[in-house]
Protein backbone atom coordinates (compact mmCIF):
# COMPACT_ATOMS: atom_id res chain seq x y z
CA UNK A 1 0.00 0.00 0.00
CA UNK A 2 1.04 3.71 -0.90
CA UNK A 3 2.51 5.62 1.64
CA UNK A 4 3.35 9.60 1.40
CA UNK A 5 5.58 11.25 4.51
CA UNK A 6 6.18 14.48 4.91
CA UNK A 7 9.07 16.32 6.87
CA UNK A 8 9.02 18.10 8.62
CA UNK A 9 5.37 18.67 9.96
CA UNK A 10 6.28 21.97 10.92
CA UNK A 11 8.74 24.42 9.84
CA UNK A 12 9.65 27.83 10.67
CA UNK A 13 12.15 30.25 9.03
CA UNK A 14 12.08 34.14 8.74
CA UNK A 15 11.28 36.15 5.32
CA UNK A 16 13.60 36.13 2.39
CA UNK A 17 15.42 32.17 3.05
CA UNK A 18 15.19 29.83 0.31
CA UNK A 19 13.49 26.75 1.48
CA UNK A 20 12.81 22.86 0.32
CA UNK A 21 9.91 20.75 1.78
CA UNK A 22 10.47 17.36 1.33
CA UNK A 23 7.87 14.63 0.19
CA UNK A 24 8.90 10.85 0.02
CA UNK A 25 6.42 7.94 -1.29
CA UNK A 26 6.83 3.96 -0.94
CA UNK A 27 5.95 2.81 -4.52
CA UNK A 28 7.78 4.41 -7.26
CA UNK A 29 5.24 3.52 -9.40
CA UNK A 30 3.35 6.48 -9.13
CA UNK A 31 1.30 8.26 -12.21
CA UNK A 32 2.23 11.63 -11.20
CA UNK A 33 2.61 13.72 -8.19
CA UNK A 34 0.88 16.98 -7.47
CA UNK A 35 1.79 20.20 -4.62
CA UNK A 36 -0.99 21.77 -3.03
CA UNK A 37 -1.17 24.55 -0.28
CA UNK A 38 -3.90 25.07 1.83
CA UNK A 39 -5.02 28.13 3.83
CA UNK A 40 -6.82 27.68 7.33
CA UNK A 41 -10.20 27.16 6.81
CA UNK A 42 -10.06 26.77 3.00
CA UNK A 43 -9.71 24.03 0.64
CA UNK A 44 -6.56 22.78 -0.89
CA UNK A 45 -5.39 25.21 -3.97
CA UNK A 46 -3.00 22.83 -6.57
CA UNK A 47 0.54 24.74 -7.07
CA UNK A 48 2.21 21.90 -9.22
CA UNK A 49 1.99 18.74 -10.89
CA UNK A 50 4.28 16.72 -12.12
CA UNK A 51 4.00 14.02 -14.82
CA UNK A 52 5.89 10.67 -14.16
CA UNK A 53 7.87 11.14 -17.07
CA UNK A 54 9.49 14.19 -15.66
CA UNK A 55 12.03 15.52 -13.39
CA UNK A 56 10.57 18.76 -12.29
CA UNK A 57 8.13 21.74 -12.83
CA UNK A 58 8.54 25.44 -12.06
CA UNK A 59 5.97 28.11 -11.23
CA UNK A 60 7.15 31.65 -10.73
CA UNK A 61 9.36 31.33 -7.14
CA UNK A 62 8.06 27.51 -6.71
CA UNK A 63 9.77 24.59 -8.31
CA UNK A 64 9.00 20.79 -7.93
CA UNK A 65 11.41 17.85 -8.41
CA UNK A 66 10.76 14.55 -8.56
CA UNK A 67 12.91 11.38 -8.40
CA UNK A 68 10.72 8.23 -8.98
CA UNK A 69 13.89 5.90 -8.58
CA UNK A 70 14.30 7.26 -4.80
CA UNK A 71 10.16 7.67 -4.21
CA UNK A 72 11.24 11.47 -3.46
CA UNK A 73 9.93 15.05 -4.19
CA UNK A 74 10.78 18.19 -3.25
CA UNK A 75 9.29 21.47 -3.25
CA UNK A 76 11.56 24.76 -3.82
CA UNK A 77 10.34 27.90 -2.23
CA UNK A 78 12.93 30.80 -3.69
CA UNK A 79 12.63 34.27 -1.60
CA UNK A 80 9.90 33.01 1.17
CA UNK A 81 7.28 35.92 1.76
CA UNK A 82 4.75 35.92 4.91
CA UNK A 83 1.55 35.36 2.42
CA UNK A 84 3.64 31.65 1.90
CA UNK A 85 2.59 30.75 5.21
CA UNK A 86 0.18 27.33 4.96
CA UNK A 87 0.54 24.28 5.08
CA UNK A 88 2.11 22.39 2.28
CA UNK A 89 0.67 18.63 1.06
CA UNK A 90 1.75 16.57 -1.55
CA UNK A 91 -0.41 13.74 -3.40
CA UNK A 92 0.56 11.04 -5.29
CA UNK A 93 -1.57 9.77 -8.19
CA UNK A 94 -1.68 6.09 -8.12
CA UNK A 95 -3.83 5.98 -11.37
CA UNK A 96 -5.20 9.46 -12.76
CA UNK A 97 -7.46 10.17 -9.93
CA UNK A 98 -6.77 7.53 -7.41
CA UNK A 99 -4.72 10.00 -4.91
CA UNK A 100 -2.54 9.27 -1.50
CA UNK A 101 -2.10 12.28 0.32
CA UNK A 102 0.99 13.56 2.66
CA UNK A 103 0.10 14.49 6.08
CA UNK A 104 1.45 17.99 5.10
CA UNK A 105 4.14 20.33 6.24
CA UNK A 106 2.96 23.01 8.38
CA UNK A 107 5.14 26.74 6.76
CA UNK A 108 5.37 29.75 9.01
CA UNK A 109 7.43 32.58 7.59
CA UNK A 110 8.27 35.33 9.97
CA UNK A 111 8.70 38.65 9.10
CA UNK B 1 -15.60 31.91 -12.14
CA UNK B 2 -14.25 28.78 -12.26
CA UNK B 3 -15.03 26.94 -9.08
CA UNK B 4 -15.99 23.70 -7.16
CA UNK B 5 -18.91 24.64 -5.03
CA UNK B 6 -19.57 22.49 -1.79
CA UNK B 7 -23.19 22.93 0.48
CA UNK B 8 -23.61 23.19 3.17
CA UNK B 9 -20.73 24.97 4.94
CA UNK B 10 -21.27 23.31 8.16
CA UNK B 11 -24.01 20.99 9.28
CA UNK B 12 -24.70 19.18 12.67
CA UNK B 13 -26.40 16.15 12.66
CA UNK B 14 -27.54 13.11 14.77
CA UNK B 15 -26.61 9.66 14.66
CA UNK B 16 -28.62 7.38 11.73
CA UNK B 17 -30.20 10.40 10.86
CA UNK B 18 -29.37 10.65 6.52
CA UNK B 19 -27.54 13.68 5.02
CA UNK B 20 -26.23 14.25 1.40
CA UNK B 21 -23.69 16.87 1.07
CA UNK B 22 -24.21 18.35 -2.42
CA UNK B 23 -20.82 19.30 -4.84
CA UNK B 24 -21.17 21.00 -7.97
CA UNK B 25 -18.36 22.06 -10.63
CA UNK B 26 -18.94 24.38 -13.44
CA UNK B 27 -15.64 23.51 -15.52
CA UNK B 28 -16.98 20.63 -17.73
CA UNK B 29 -14.77 18.83 -15.82
CA UNK B 30 -14.77 14.58 -16.07
CA UNK B 31 -13.14 13.88 -13.02
CA UNK B 32 -14.89 14.49 -9.27
CA UNK B 33 -13.88 12.54 -5.85
CA UNK B 34 -14.63 13.41 -1.99
CA UNK B 35 -12.17 13.06 0.44
CA UNK B 36 -12.22 14.10 4.15
CA UNK B 37 -9.56 15.16 6.52
CA UNK B 38 -8.89 14.29 9.82
CA UNK B 39 -6.16 15.01 12.54
CA UNK B 40 -2.87 12.88 12.31
CA UNK B 41 -4.65 11.46 9.31
CA UNK B 42 -4.26 13.14 6.63
CA UNK B 43 -6.64 13.54 3.74
CA UNK B 44 -8.33 9.78 2.59
CA UNK B 45 -10.36 9.27 -1.00
CA UNK B 46 -13.66 8.59 -0.53
CA UNK B 47 -14.78 8.34 -3.71
CA UNK B 48 -14.48 9.62 -7.49
CA UNK B 49 -16.04 9.48 -10.44
CA UNK B 50 -14.23 9.11 -14.08
CA UNK B 51 -17.50 10.19 -16.02
CA UNK B 52 -21.09 10.57 -15.94
CA UNK B 53 -22.12 7.12 -13.99
CA UNK B 54 -18.83 5.79 -13.18
CA UNK B 55 -18.07 5.57 -10.03
CA UNK B 56 -14.99 4.31 -8.15
CA UNK B 57 -13.95 3.20 -4.26
CA UNK B 58 -11.29 5.18 -2.92
CA UNK B 59 -9.44 4.51 0.09
CA UNK B 60 -12.64 4.42 2.67
CA UNK B 61 -15.43 4.34 1.15
CA UNK B 62 -17.44 2.50 4.06
CA UNK B 63 -20.57 4.40 5.34
CA UNK B 64 -20.83 6.62 2.16
CA UNK B 65 -22.65 7.07 -1.27
CA UNK B 66 -22.05 8.96 -3.99
CA UNK B 67 -23.92 9.20 -7.45
CA UNK B 68 -22.81 10.64 -10.77
CA UNK B 69 -26.09 11.13 -12.91
CA UNK B 70 -24.94 14.29 -14.35
CA UNK B 71 -21.28 15.48 -15.33
CA UNK B 72 -21.29 18.67 -12.92
CA UNK B 73 -22.77 17.28 -9.92
CA UNK B 74 -21.47 14.34 -7.38
CA UNK B 75 -23.07 14.73 -4.62
CA UNK B 76 -21.91 12.53 -1.31
CA UNK B 77 -24.63 10.70 1.01
CA UNK B 78 -24.87 9.45 4.48
CA UNK B 79 -27.48 6.61 4.71
CA UNK B 80 -27.00 6.82 8.36
CA UNK B 81 -24.19 8.54 9.75
CA UNK B 82 -21.93 7.65 12.73
CA UNK B 83 -20.14 9.66 15.13
CA UNK B 84 -16.83 8.59 13.35
CA UNK B 85 -17.72 10.01 10.07
CA UNK B 86 -17.29 13.23 12.18
CA UNK B 87 -14.66 15.44 9.78
CA UNK B 88 -13.81 17.89 7.17
CA UNK B 89 -14.99 16.98 3.76
CA UNK B 90 -13.38 18.04 0.70
CA UNK B 91 -15.18 18.01 -3.02
CA UNK B 92 -12.46 18.41 -5.70
CA UNK B 93 -12.79 17.99 -9.56
CA UNK B 94 -10.24 17.98 -12.94
CA UNK B 95 -10.20 17.50 -16.28
CA UNK B 96 -9.35 14.83 -18.52
CA UNK B 97 -6.53 16.38 -20.44
CA UNK B 98 -5.09 18.65 -17.21
CA UNK B 99 -5.17 16.39 -13.89
CA UNK B 100 -4.41 19.42 -11.82
CA UNK B 101 -7.70 19.29 -8.87
CA UNK B 102 -9.65 22.34 -8.14
CA UNK B 103 -10.96 22.09 -4.06
CA UNK B 104 -14.48 23.28 -3.06
CA UNK B 105 -14.50 25.11 -0.15
CA UNK B 106 -15.08 21.86 2.06
CA UNK B 107 -17.94 20.95 4.92
CA UNK B 108 -17.26 20.61 7.90
CA UNK B 109 -19.63 17.89 9.61
CA UNK B 110 -20.38 17.24 12.84
CA UNK B 111 -22.51 14.06 14.21
CA UNK B 112 -23.81 13.82 17.71
Known amino acids: KQEVTQIPAALSVPEGENLVLNCSFTDSAIYNLQWFRQDPGKGLTSLLL?????REQTSGRLNASLDKSSGRSTLYIAASQPGDSATYLCAVHEGAQKLVFGQGTRLTINP | EAQVTQNPRYLITVTGKKLTVTCSQNMNHEYMSWYRQDPGLGLRQIYYSMNVEVTDKGDVPEGYKVSRKEKRNFPLILESPSPNQTSLYFC???????????FGSGTQLSVL
Open chain 1, 50 to 54: IQSSQ
Open chain 2, 92 to 102: ASSSLLEEKLF
